[in-house]
């Protein structure tokens, strides 16, 4: 009895495959062998579309020194050349054989940390590497996710501030939903002696990064290095993935894409869809997040971090274009650009204030010309610049039989202001003229002026005039 | 013709006047990564070589010991990469002779040293001479620390510190004879206590002063070395004890 159960629990060891968190620990042995495609941002490698398999995936570790803004040069330290380091892209089960290789031109030694790893260091522990050395270490991808790695070598923070960080992606195993294009976007910050912008070959500042204070925020390493001739493009309709990392060392990002809402955003990076419909989402320091979108609309599409002055002052913004014709049909563009009178143009005074000592016009033509400007002021915006008004709102003045019919009425209108039915040069009008607070002497000059101008034949009419109508 | 001899012969005198030496009094070293009831390290009286071994100096001792040779040298002392730099087995060209030496093993560097009745520094002795801790020297470590790519100078142009040695900053990494304990081993038999402090910035939890971070780097690239391990920026100089009866020195 005792020998049947002892071979029961010997047959999953004898078959070299047992299970752990679901993932099934095939036998390296056994696994079909390929080589991980690798690729430098915003480029990502094409979706999988095998099983797991053993995986060879090889990095190099190099110092290189590169623009970081126009002018300013910093010497990065790198995985492989670039910042951030080539997109890994392997799958759940798989077994990584990783090679990490330290170009002898290297000042310092250099290891590893991929945050998909389970294992001591998360891998720094076994590749831990001098100048001219290669290290070798394999894991098993336990667990699907967007992941980030980063150098690990004391002093940690400044390897990673100088640059050494990417993202690993472990698919799930039944691969993510389709999408038309993905892109890799990673924000990390950068701290030099130098402030924003300052020219030369900058270096780091420690002190700056203890306290948390960087002169750069960006995507992708440098300023601009997804903006401008570098942005990355889309076609109106499709579905954008974008697998977004967050290299730090230290800030949070609030990730934003200006003129678009991120469908569905894998919170964190992990395994699930988290949240629909987010305008911003979070992504960790030493972290990540998956989001999607369907462009609905062309446009140029503006990547921030909306700690805004990380964007408009620091760099951290990227620009993703969507060419073609507008849809008026979700967004318009601006259609009317007009005057806006916030109180109807009367000047107001408040009543402690002296008044501005008083205007009076000496005579007929001083009051036109007055009245030409208290008209500019004050009726030119709803009955226009010539008199002429706006058909079937605004009632014309221009020869109006209305306007000159009585004199009274008109002065009436201007101080009580008018609502209802009337007829103008036989068009029937039913609006409202608000009454407009002015003065009797700007009243009396704006009314001279309308009353003797394009093709109106009238008199002058006085301040006195329309004292003496007020109260009526 | 006998007017540049006269010439030659004064200036060689004079020379031959400058110590090639330097004598450390006995001194305390504060350990960097101190353990628990770890105490100060005394040190010295020691003789410490002023200049890092040069190429020149090294041909010397190649010549002399021909199993150091390039085409020689055994696999186990040094690696593939092992004076790389020279075009064959005995040549050192005009424009290398005054840099110091570098693509040597620890194995190689020991081998010197005892070929002129010396040795390698140990860590404690090597932070101390170097004067690291003194934070006016922190821009000179730190600009050579960030500064990428293997331009080497002459010897002579290197920085002289207060103790009156030459390079020990700015100039090369340089091996000392306990590099392997710099930190603790990574070994993972061990408990795993042990590996925590090279990785992940628990290192800082055991240093005396974390916002020494240049000498992080220092500790983190001697424990990245194996003894047969050469560097382009990696080269070395040697030291002797001074046994005297003398209490001053």
Sequence with gaps: MRLHLATLLLIPVLFGCWKKNGAKLEDPEKLAKVTAQLTYAPEVPAP??????????????????????????????????????????????????????????????????????????????????????????????????LYIYHCATAP?????????????????????????????????????????????????????????????????????????????????????????????????????????????????????VSQKNVQTTLVPAGGSAIVDFVVDNPSTLILVDHSIFRAFNKGALGMLKVPGEVNKMIYTGKTVDSVYLAEGGAIQTMPDEKAAPAFAAKDFSER???????????????????????????????????????????????????EGEITVNGQKYNSVMPSLGLSDETIANALTYVRNSWGNKGDEVTPEQVKARRGK | MFFWGTLLLILNSALAQSPSEVLIKKGTYVPFFRDLNESDQELGPLVVDKYPVTNKDFLAFVKKNPSWKK????????????????????????????????????????????????????????????????????????????????????????????????????????????????????????????????????????????????????????SSLRADSVGRTLGFRCAKDLITDKGDL
């Excluded at chain 2, 696999?75 to 424009?95: G, Q």
């Design chain 1, 48 to 145: 999988l579309n095998r099983g797991p398999s053993r995986v060879t995936v090889n990095l190099e570790t190099k110092e290189v020194i590169k623009r970081l803004a126009d002018g300013v040069d910093y010497t990065f330290w790198t995985f492989g050349g670039s910042v951030p380091g080539p997109f890994i892209r392997i799958r759940v089960g798989d077994y990584v054989d990783f090679t990490l290789s330290n170009h002898p031109n290297s000042k310092m030694p250099h290891n590893i940390d991929l945050h998909a790893v389970t294992g001591q260091g998360g891998g720094a522990e076994g590749s831990f590497t001098a100048p001219g050395h290669s290290s070798t270490f394999s894991f098993r991808a336990l667990n699907s996710g």
């Design chain 2, 71 to 222: 085409s020689q040298v055994k696999a186990l002392f040094a690696n593939n990469r092992y004076l790389e730099h020279w075009k064959d087995d005995l040549s050192v060209s005009a424009d290398i002779r005054d840099l110091p030496i570098t693509n040597v093993s620890w194995f190689a560097a020991r081998a010197y040293c005892r070929s002129k009745g010396k040795r390698l520094l140990k860590t404690s002795e090597w932070e101390y001479v170097s004067d690291a801790q003194n934070k006016q020297n922190l821009d000179l470590i730190l600009n050579w620390y960030g500064k990428t790519g293997t331009k080497l100078k002459p010897v002579s142009e290197a920085v002289e510190n207060i103790y009156g040695i030459v390079g020990m900053h700015g100039l090369i990494w340089e091996w000392v004879d306990d590099f392997g304990s710099a930190i603790l081993s990574n070994d993972s038999r061990k408990s795993n206590e042990s590996s925590k402090s090279l990785y992940c910035g628990s290192g800082s939890l055991k240093a005396k002063d974390p916002s020494q971070y240049a000498t992080f780097m220092r500790f983190a690239h001697r």
């Design chain 1, 368 to 418: 036109l010309k007055a009245g030409e400007a208290a008209y500019k002021a004050n009726c030119a915006a709803c009955h226009q610049p010539n008199g002429e008004g706006i058909a079937s709102v605004f009632p014309p003045l221009a020869k109006s039989d209305f306007l000159m019919a009585n004199k009274n009425r008109t002065i009436d209108i201007v101080i009580k202001g008018l």
């Design chain 1, 156 to 272: 940690v923070g400044m390897h990673i501030a100088n640059g050494m960080y990417g993202l690993i992606l472990v698919e799930p195993e039944e691969g993510l939903p389709k999408v038309d294009r993905e892109f890799y976007v990673v924000q990390s910050e950068f701290y030099t002696k130098g402030k924003y912008g300052e020219r030369g070959l900058q270096p780091f500042d420690m002190e700056k990064a203890i306290a948390e204070n960087p002169d750069y925020v960006v995507f992708n390493g440098s300023v601009g290095a997804v903006a401008n001739g570098n942005s990355m493009e889309a076609k109106v309709g499709e579905k954008v993935r974008i697998f977004v990392g967050n290299g730090g060392p230290n800030l949070v990002s609030s990730f934003h894409v200006i003129g678009e809402i991120f469908d569905h955003v894998y919170g964190e990076g992990g395994a699930v």
